[in-house]
Nanobody, 123 residues
Framework: QVQLVESGGGLVQAGKSLRLSCRASGRTFSASVMGWFRQAPGKERELVAAISWSGGTTVFVDSVKGRFTISRDNAKNMVYLQMNRLKPEDTAVYYC????????????????WGQGTQVTVSS
């Protein structure tokens, strides 16, 4: 079983930065894809970023390219989302998720989810 716990959310002004962290338990972390999703009120959940098991491959939604980075530390069972130049439209609940495969497959669901952390960006 895998448990994911996010931290680092909060209220921030537009243009500032936040770093989200996700701690994973379980032996499959280092062999799995990790992703960050977000869901804003009244909107569908969307994938923000994903990273392969080794960290060598990343994907981002177009709206965050050049502003967000995703990284992982397999020795610590941690994955991070560095969010720079935040915009009010980045306001959402952000979720950490694990896809039990080495490389991200958009046609496959993510298998485990955290509880989410709120990010609010004021204008």
């Amino acid at each position: 079983q895998v448990q994911l716990v996010e931290s680092g959310g909060g209220l921030v002004q537009a243009g500032k930065s936040l770093r989200l962290s996700c701690r994973a338990s379980g032996r499959t972390f280092s062999a799995s894809v990790m992703g960050w999703f977000r869901q804003a009120p009244g909107k569908e959940r969307e994938l923000v970023a994903a990273i392969s098991w080794s960290g060598g491959t990343t994907v981002f939604v177009d709206s965050v390219k050049g502003r967000f980075t995703i990284s992982r530390d397999n020795a610590k069972n941690m994955v991070y989302l560095q969010m720079n130049r935040l915009k009010p439209e980045d306001t959402a609940v952000y979720y950490c998720a694990l896809q039990a495969r080495n490389y991200y497959n958009a046609d496959r669901p993510f298998d485990y989810w955290g509880q989410g952390t709120q990010v609010t960006v004021s204008s």
